[in-house]
Nanobody
Framework: QVQLVESGGGLVQPGGSLRLSCVAP????????MGWYRQPPGKQRELVAL???????DYADSVKGRFTISRDNEKRTVYLQMNSLKPEDTAVYFC?????????????WGQGTQVTVSS
């Protein structure tokens, strides 16, 4: 079974930083758009950041200037560097790989990693 494996979540104080990692199957990173989504408690899943197959990036307005998505194709890893964290960033964060043409008709998700921002 194809899997995305996330790591790096945890508890952090407001203003702190965390870096999430997502390891993808070897065939994915150069061919698929990769993204991070999050699901806050009691809310729907929402897009946080995308890095396209060609390298362009996009961010939710709520994280612009604070979060940075990057990909290392050699390590088959996508990162989400999160700085200046706020309590409202508390959520389960999911890694996603989506085919650039088939979109949600061909995508896989990670198992999720909890990020809690609290003093």
């Amino acid at each position: 079974q194809v899997q995305l494996v996330e790591s790096g979540g945890g508890l952090v104080q407001p203003g702190g930083s965390l870096r999430l990692s997502c390891v993808a199957p070897e065939s994915f990173l150069g061919l698929y758009d990769m993204g991070w989504y999050r699901q806050p408690p009691g809310k729907q899943r929402e897009l946080v950041a995308l890095v396209m197959r060609g390298g362009s990036m996009d961010y939710a307005d709520s994280v612009k200037g604070r979060f940075t998505i990057s990909r290392d194709n050699e390590k088959r890893t996508v990162y989400l560097q999160m700085n200046s964290l706020k309590p409202e960033d508390t959520a389960v964060y999911f890694c996603n790989a989506q085919h650039p043409i088939l979109k949600d008709r061909l995508q896989i998700w990670g198992q999720g990693t909890q990020v809690t921002v609290s003093s």
